[in-house]
């Protein structure tokens, strides 16, 4: 069951089982014809907490994270193996050729959401103190076993404690950071956060002080269903600016209450939501791939964040160094 995918140039990265594949489309019918094997031998003991979360990040690397109970030797694109065991957070490069861990801890990070600073914030999908928290590189994190980032690695403290957002599968964090296209000012800078257990779509506040150190506000839920069988487990602000959901739409929550045959999983009914605010207008979606290269920087500059990130892609994709005087200017 494939958990977890990523486009990328003419085809899609994905999470399969113990591999990461990359499906390409060379004639442009949206349709894959070509399936390679970049990544193989992740663990898959425990199937909620293989790895997950594929996220692009600068310098041409894919960020994701690994449960608890997962263990592997790693075969990499060039040949090479590399142990990748327990409750780890790592990055690969997009040829597959290399893998580093980058952090170590939480049992199940359901989330890697990157601001429109670059700031990255992930969430234990238990409430235990670490339903939000910044992502630092090389910390430690507590998890339910030993995993540390080093020996003597000390643990990163919870930054959350007493947010109460109740629930064990928190799953999703989508930042509303968009005035161009995006919600009202009231809903600007609010972490969203998919809640499976409880039905809802939470509403976070993140403010930081003058020693760089994150505290967070609860705020209204944005949604909350009375269906039993509303399952939020993604969230993410598509280039229109608008809020979508992806609903598993299930009356059974977890992996371990009932036998996996059990009738009563559904296996047809999943769906896509759409959120937008009334006060949103229909936006046209520029196509920053076909953009010239001097239009990027002013991509690069957009207010929303789909469009600025889709124009470092670009420029990293096409190596344009002839961009660097005019991005030193602007920084």
Not at 215 to 223: F, H
């Amino acid at each position: 069951m494939p958990v977890s995918v990523l486009p990328h140039n003419d085809g899609v990265f994905m999470v399969h089982g113990p591999d990461v594949e990359f499906l390409s489309d060379s004639d442009g019918d949206g349709v894959a014809d070509k399936r390679e094997k970049l990544i193989r031998g992740f663990g898959i003991q425990d199937t909620h907490t293989t790895i997950h979360q594929l996220t692009r990040t600068p310098g041409g690397w894919i960020a994701f994270s690994q449960g608890c109970n997962s263990f592997g030797t790693v075969t990499l694109a060039n040949g090479e193996k590399v142990p990748f065991n327990r409750s780890l957070i790592g990055r690969f490069s997009v040829d597959g050729k290399r893998l580093e861990t980058i952090g170590a801890g939480m049992n199940n990070i359901w989330a890697w959401a990157i601001n429109d600073e670059g700031r990255t914030f992930i969430h234990e999908a238990n409430d235990f103190g670490y339903s939000q928290a910044a992502f630092d590189r090389d910390v430690t994190y507590p998890s339910f076993v030993k995993a540390l980032r080093y020996p003597d690695s000390m643990k990163h403290p919870p930054t959350a404690q007493g947010l109460g957002l109740g629930g064990t599968g928190f799953s999703g964090i989508a930042i509303s950071q968009d005035s161009q296209r995006g919600f009202p000012e009231q809903w600007q800078n609010v972490h969203f956060v998919a809640n499976p257990i409880t039905g809802a779509i939470n509403s976070v506040r993140p403010s930081v002080d003058s020693r760089g150190v994150y505290s967070y506000e609860k705020l209204e839920d944005l949604l909350v269903s009375d269906d039993l069988m509303f399952r939020p487990v993604a969230v993410e602000f598509g280039p229109d600016g608008c809020l979508y959901v992806i609903d598993c739409y299930n009356r059974i929550i977890s992996h371990n209450e009932v036998s996996t045959d059990h009738p009563a999983r559904d296996k047809k009914s999943g769906r896509i939501w759409r959120i937008r605010h009334k006060s949103q207008k229909p936006a046209e979606v520029p196509n920053v791939e076909k953009a010239a290269d001097a239009q990027l920087v002013k991509h690069l500059l957009s207010a929303n964040t789909w469009e600025s990130r889709a124009a470092w892609h670009q420029i990293e994709k096409r190596q344009l160094k002839s961009l660097v005087p005019q991005l030193k200017r602007w920084l």
